[in-house]
C-alpha cells in the first residue's frame, strides 16, 4: 500500500519574462521551446534526479493551440530529452495554470502515488492573446450567469475600486511604483539571475541574441508620471498601465519530490507544501478570489495570517493585491510582501506564473531562517482564487 507522504518543493527555474507582441524578444522563439528550455536548465542544475525517475510532467497554457497545444506536458517532456517512458499532461486554469499543475502534481505524491514531477507553465501571449479563438457559451449572456465584460480583467479591477472607494488610485500607484523600484533593486543585487534559464532569440533581422533578464521593467516610474497614464478600462478610471501586468511572454518549472525520494536522492528541498486551496468569486470582481482561497489553506493548515512572515503575491493589478492586504489588516507597503517587486515589473505570462511566486518565496526562505511559514497567491480570471502555503526548511527560529 502506498503511503502518505510530505511533498517537497526541491527547485524551480523560469525563462526570463519577455514583452508580448512583434516589440517583444520572444517573438520568434516558439511556445513550446520556452519551457523546454527551462525544463532543460532546470534537469542540468539537479543531476541527482535519475530522468527516469520523474513519473509525471505538468505543464500549464491558457490558451492551449497552435506551439502552445499538443499536450504540452507530453511534447514538453519528449523535447526536453526526458525518456519516452515519462508521461506528461497539460492544464489550465488561466491565471493559476502552473500553480494548479504545482497542487495536482502535489497531490499525486502526498497520495503515495509519485515520487518526483515537474510542473510548470507558459503563456506566450504574444502568439496567442487571452481568448485568443474561444467561443463562451451563449447561456453565459442570455441567461446573464457572467457579464459580457467579466473577461475584461481591468474592467474586473476597475469594480475592486468601486467596492473599496478607500482603496484610492494613489494608493495603487505607489503600490505600482513600488513593484517597480523593488524588482530593479533585486536585478542590482543579483536575486533574480541565478534562477534565470538563458534563452537564444532572434530578431526581425534574424540576428541571434540572449535573452537573459526581465524585458519589461520600468525602474524610472515615478508617481508624477503614474498620474499622468491613460485610464484605459474606463474613462477618468483608477487602473492604468502603472498599476497592471503587462502582457507578457515566458515559462516556469518547478521540481517536486516526496519525502523518501529526498531521503533515497540526498534532495535539499528549497520548501515543504503545508496547505493549498482554490476559491470562487463573482467573475465580475475576480481579483478579489484570493482572499477566501487564502482563508481556507490558512483553515486547512492550522494557521492565521499572521502565522505568514513572507508573502508573494501575484500582482495582476496593484489594487487586486491591495484589496488582498486590506483585508488581512497588512500595510501596503508591509516588507513582508513581494520583496523583489512582482508582476506589476517582471510581467504575468498567465500560466506561468505561480511558479514564478514560489521561486521567489523559495529564494527568500534561504536567506531568511526567521521566517517559518509563506504565502503564495493569485487572482484568476472567470472568478477564482488560489493559495499555498509553504515551510521553510531552514528555518530556526532565531529573529535576524
Keep these: 500500500m502506498a503511503e502518505i507522504s510530505d511533498v517537497y518543493f526541491v527547485d524551480g527555474m523560469r525563462t526570463p519574462f519577455g514583452r508580448a507582441g512583434e516589440k517583444g524578444m520572444y517573438w520568434n ?3 513550446d521551446d520556452l519551457v523546454v528550455k527551462a525544463m532543460i536548465g532546470l534537469m542540468d542544475r539537479n543531476p541527482e534526479v535519475p530522468k527516469d525517475r520523474v513519473d509525471d510532467v505538468a505543464i500549464a497554457a491558457t490558451t492551449q493551440q497552435g506551439d502552445q497545444g499538443l499536450t504540452l506536458g507530453r511534447t514538453g517532456a519528449i523535447l526536453a530529452g526526458l525518456p519516452q517512458t515519462v508521461p506528461g499532461f ?3 486554469r488561466m491565471c493559476a495554470g502552473a500553480m494548479t499543475s504545482v497542487t495536482t502534481m502535489a ?7 509519485y515520487d518526483i514531477a515537474l510542473a510548470g507553465g507558459v503563456e506566450h501571449m504574444g502568439r496567442h492573446p487571452l481568448g485568443g479563438d474561444a467561443d463562451p457559451n451563449p447561456r453565459f449572456l442570455t441567461e446573464k450567469l457572467v457579464s459580457a465584460d467579466a473577461l475584461n480583467m481591468g474592467i474586473t479591477a476597475e469594480r475592486i475600486h468601486d467596492r473599496f472607494p478607500h482603496l484610492t488610485k494613489e494608493r495603487a500607484d505607489r503600490f505600482g511604483m513600488l513593484s517597480q523600484h523593488k524588482a530593479q533593486a533585486a536585478y542590482d543585487a543579483g536575486k533574480f539571475q541565478p534562477d534565470l534559464v538563458q534563452v537564444a532569440i532572434k530578431d526581425a533581422t534574424g540576428a541571434w541574441g540572449l535573452a537573459t533578464e526581465d524585458e519589461g521593467r520600468r525602474p524610472e ?3 508624477e508620471g503614474l498620474a499622468t ?3 484605459p478600462f474606463r474613462p477618468h478610471g483608477r487602473v492604468t498601465a502603472g498599476t497592471a501586468s503587462p502582457l507578457t ?4 518549472i518547478s521540481l517536486l519530490a516526496s519525502g523518501t525520494a529526498v531521503k533515497e536522492l540526498g534532495l535539499r528541498p528549497k520548501m515543504k507544501m503545508v496547505s493549498f486551496a482554490f476559491a470562487g468569486v463573482e467573475p465580475e470582481i475576480m481579483g478579489i478570489g484570493p482572499i477566501p482561497s487564502t482563508e481556507k489553506a490558512l483553515k486547512k493548515a492550522g ?3 499572521d502565522d505568514i512572515g513572507l508573502f508573494e503575491l501575484n500582482e495582476a493589478f496593484a489594487i487586486q493585491v491591495i484589496s488582498l492586504l486590506d483585508h488581512f489588516g497588512i500595510a501596503d507597503d508591509d516588507p513582508r510582501v513581494n520583496p523583489w517587486g512582482g508582476a506589476i515589473a517582471l510581467g504575468h505570462p498567465l500560466a506561468a506564473s505561480g511558479v514564478r511566486l514560489m521561486i521567489q518565496l523559495a529564494a527568500h526562505f534561504q536567506e531568511r531562517p526567521d521566517v517559518r511559514y509563506g504565502l503564495t497567491a493569485m487572482c484568476v480570471g472567470l472568478g477564482q482564487g488560489g493559495s499555498v502555503i509553504w515551510e521553510n526548511p531552514f528555518y530556526t527560529g532565531k529573529k535576524k
Excluded: N, Q, V
Design 90 to 92: 497539460a492544464i489550465d
Design 303 to 305: 494557521l492565521t495570517i
Design 29 to 31: 522563439t516558439r511556445a
Design 107 to 113: 497531490g499525486s505524491i502526498g497520495f503515495g502515488m
Design 229 to 231: 497614464l491613460k485610464t
Design 249 to 252: 511572454d515566458g515559462a516556469t
Design 221 to 223: 516610474t515615478t508617481m
